[in-house]
């Protein structure tokens, strides 16, 4: 709606970017919200400074809604039912805090799938490069990797949300830790229902942000509680699904015992939906004790999962020699083998060896190692089926959740004014490489600036 404008210094740095003159914010769609927080009129600002607005998550999302309403000067009181804030935004950095990715935005941008329309408005306000220019405010340098992925310069979680959580309390935000959220009171004043060491308690706010993650990694704090108290309250929900998980294909002893563990690296997967969608890609995945997981499959799993519930099963494709052409494989392995066995020739032939020649003797007949044309199709395309999709719990993310029919344009629920929703909560999904970060501080950014239009009479 509103083309590149210049912003003056002091909003910008309120806003956490790093300026030293003018900066100038592109957008094609910035919300009248952040006109708003950046020219409050009638003494809003003032009003707004005897708020208090209870944030309930302490991951990314409710932590970027708490900057942006603390940076405004309202008072801000955060929830979390953990013994510490970010559990799961620490664990995800354990291999390295890949916070975001590099690629073009319409590329980024079809990584939510369905829901990219939703996600647009968000990323347009406070998308990538948004992201990075905020972590230098902070003190984090980041760098691109050669996948294109972005990551800190020490890879580390920690100290970025070390570093967070002091500009947090700077600005006054109040934590409470161990109080897990029960819902509301149940008379007119609505109070916040609350469990704690202590025992139960209420709590009265203006406003209120939900930002209490999916349904993956309960013992993190993401349980998914909070569905039946939404739904009761007339809040449309979508069921809560794994994302970003591992499939069940039922491997034998033998293989299970030889293999579980290992990566399956250099694999072109492909994968074709029965309403068309096609995914094909160069990766690498991991073979479990049960079947699959790993990056390549993640990508892919959105389709898998629903394939699996339309019609019981999903097959994937392998292509375990990729840049050989068919017919070579054919030729090499046509060549006589003398008194080789079939693992020697395959390995000397064409370097097929390890689980990838473990994969195509769990997966095809006996056979077809006899005949060169059919194994050297099967080199090209081994067919795995997948019969399962992995519990929830083991997944990294969650899809479902709030929809976003059930959110006006600032993430606030139309059957409860006043409420707002973010994070993983929200009825989205994205595979793994810095998406699902950066939709979660994007909605977080978005619900603190819908909170303040709201206290502000703007909405």
């Excluded at 990797?145 to 935000?173: E, I, Q, T, Y």
């Excluded at 830790?177 to 009171?185: A, C, D, F, S, V």
């Excluded at 202590?198 to 706010?205: E, F, H």
Aim: aromatic residues 8%; charged residues 20%.
């Amino acid at each position: 709606m509103y083309n590149s404008y210049f912003c003056d210094v002091d909003t910008l740095q309120m806003m956490g970017f790093p300026v030293t003159n003018q900066y100038i914010v592109e957008s094609k769609t910035i919300s009248n919200t952040l006109k708003n927080l950046t020219e409050p009129a009638n003494g809003s600002a003032e009003e707004c400074q005897s708020k208090t607005v209870a944030i309930i998550g302490g991951g990314p999302a409710g932590l970027m809604a708490a900057e942006v309403l603390s940076q405004a000067g309202v008072k801000v009181e955060l929830y979390d039912a953990m013994p510490s804030v970010g559990r799961k935004f620490l664990m995800a950095g354990k291999g390295g805090m890949n916070i975001t990715h590099s690629e073009s935005s319409d590329k980024f941008l079809s990584r939510y799938g369905s829901r990219r329309a939703y996600i647009k408005p968000m990323l347009d306000a406070f998308g990538p490069e948004a992201l990075r220019a905020w972590l230098r405010d902070l003190g984090i340098d980041t760098f691109i990797g050669s996948s294109g992925k972005v990551f800190p310069v020490d890879m580390k979680a920690a100290p970025l949300l070390r570093a967070w959580l002091h500009r947090l309390r700077v600005n006054g935000v109040s934590f409470y830790m161990r109080h897990q959220w029960l819902g509301w009171t149940d008379d007119e004043h609505g109070a916040l229902r609350f469990l704690t060491p202590a025992g139960k308690s209420t709590v009265k706010a203006d406003a209120v942000v939900l930002a209490l993650g999916g349904g993956s990694w309960t013992r993190l704090g993401s349980t998914g509680a909070w569905v039946p108290m939404l739904v009761q309250r007339g809040v449309s929900v979508e069921p809560l699904q794994p994302s970003n998980c591992g499939f069940d294909v039922g491997w034998t002893e033998f293989f299970r015992s030889r293999f579980a563990g290992q990566p399956l690296k250099s694999v072109l997967a492909s994968f074709t939906h029965s309403a068309g969608t096609e995914f094909r890609q160069l990766g690498e995945l991991i073979i479990t004790a049960d079947g699959v997981e790993g990056s390549l499959i993640y990508k892919m799993s959105a389709l898998l999962r629903e394939q699996i519930a339309a019609t019981g099963t999903a097959t994937i494709y392998l292509d375990l020699a990729p840049g050989k052409d068919e017919q070579f494989l054919i030729d090499r392995i046509s060549q006589p083998r003398g008194k080789h066995s079939m693992a020697s020739h395959l390995r000397k032939r064409i370097g097929i060896d390890g689980l990838k020649a473990g994969l195509l003797r769990e997966v095809l007949l006996k056979e077809i190692f006899d005949d060169p044309i059919r194994l050297g199709a099967a080199i090209k395309a081994l067919p795995v089926k997948l019969v399962a999709v992995r519990p929830i719990d083991e997944a990294i993310s969650s899809a479902g959740g709030v929809t976003f029919e059930a959110l006006d344009e600032h993430l606030m629920s139309r059957a409860m004014p006043g409420v707002f929703c973010a994070g993983e909560m929200l009825d989205w999904e994205a595979p793994t490489g810095g998406y699902l970060l950066t939709g979660c501080f994007a909605s977080g950014r978005v619900a603190g600036e819908g909170v303040l239009a709201w206290l502000q009479g703007g909405m």
